[in-house]
């Protein structure tokens, strides 16, 4: 029932920077987490960055100083901004929204955005 449409992906020079938006479909209630995922070719999905409702954020040590995840409730949507990019930060990117329920938790995903840092 939720969709997630990303956008801002693209290609950019290695210390460059992007800015990526994820907008829900819909107002979500309860308690939600959203968050960053990356999957390059040949490796395994991991997670970038996420945030929690109060603001709390987590990010994966190999962004940590270049990457900002932020939220806009009003908006129903998350950013992340990604500076110094660097060629290895290359991946589709998936925005992620999970909302814990005791009657089984829900998981939505993007569709993926593509970010490339190449000279």
């Known amino acids: 029932q939720v969709q997630l449409v990303e956008s801002g992906g693209g290609l950019v020079q290695p210390g460059g920077s992007l800015r990526l938006s994820c907008a829900a479909s819909?107002?979500?209630?309860?308690?939600?987490?959203m968050g960053w995922y990356r999957q390059a070719p040949g490796k395994q999905r991991e997670m970038v960055a996420r945030?929690?409702?109060?603001?709390?954020?987590n990010y994966v040590d190999s962004v940590k100083g270049r990457f900002t995840i932020s939220r806009d409730n009003a908006k129903n949507t998350i950013y992340l901004q990604m500076n110094s990019l660097k060629p290895e930060d290359t991946a589709v990117y998936y925005c992620?929204?999970?909302?814990?329920?005791?009657?089984?938790?829900?998981?939505?995903w993007g569709q993926g955005t593509q970010v490339t840092v190449s000279s």
């Open positions: 992620e929204l999970f909302q814990p329920r005791t009657s089984g938790s829900r998981e939505y």
């Open positions: 819909a107002s979500i209630f309860g308690p939600v987490i």
């Open positions: 945030i929690s409702p109060d603001g709390n954020t």
